[in-house]
């Protein structure tokens, strides 16, 4: 009675495991894959990685309204939009949304099929943390989940339809 047990139970764990592996790990792929890459492991496991990226473009600097005028922004559209846009903003930099560090991570996160947002925040720019600047990140925020193309997968607009992107 109790091999018969213990073979059961084996049988089961073995029969158990490809299952959740097929229905629970595509997520925890997914996301080791973004941790490979966004920290610049080489060899096998970023080969591995790249599998599960797409193409990404760096679009042209355009204007984010807020109520204090507009912000300077740059979208990285990934080739196949997989998940929810993303904003980000950069620290206390001088070069913004220009930052090396910053730009890295943008086409990484875009990589991953999300779309991103940064947004350049002038006083952080100079050096400076203001009450501001919290305005501008809300605005920016409530101006890309109103923006349709940020949250669909209709980026291909982006390009010849400049004429919407301040009238929002």
Do not use: C, N
């Not at 139970?9 to 158990?16: K, Y």
């Not at 355009?62 to 990934?78: C, D």
């Not at 080739?79 to 904003?87: D, E, K, Q, S, Y």
């Amino acid at each position: 009675m109790r091999v018969a047990r213990r073979g059961l139970a084996i049988f089961l764990l073995l029969v158990s495991l490809p299952v959740l592996g097929v229905l629970g790990a595509p997520a925890y792929r997914h996301g080791a894959s973004f941790v490979v890459i966004a920290s610049g492991m080489q060899g096998p496991a970023r080969r591995v990685a790249t599998w599960h990226t797409t193409g990404v473009t760096a679009l042209d600097i355009m204007a984010v309204p807020w109520r204090g005028g507009t912000l300077r922004a740059r979208p990285y559209h990934p080739a196949h939009v997989t998940g929810r846009g993303i904003l980000l903003v950069p620290g206390v930099h001088a070069a913004g949304i220009d930052e090396p560090r910053l730009v890295g991570f943008a086409r990484d996160i875009a990589s991953m099929g999300h779309p991103v947002l940064t947004v350049e925040l002038p006083d952080l720019m100079h050096y400076e943390i203001t009450t501001r600047t919290t305005d501008m990140i809300e605005d920016a925020a409530a101006w890309m989940t109103t923006w349709g193309k940020i949250r669909s997968s209709s980026w291909t607009k982006l390009r010849s339809d400049r004429s919407t992107l301040t009238s929002s």
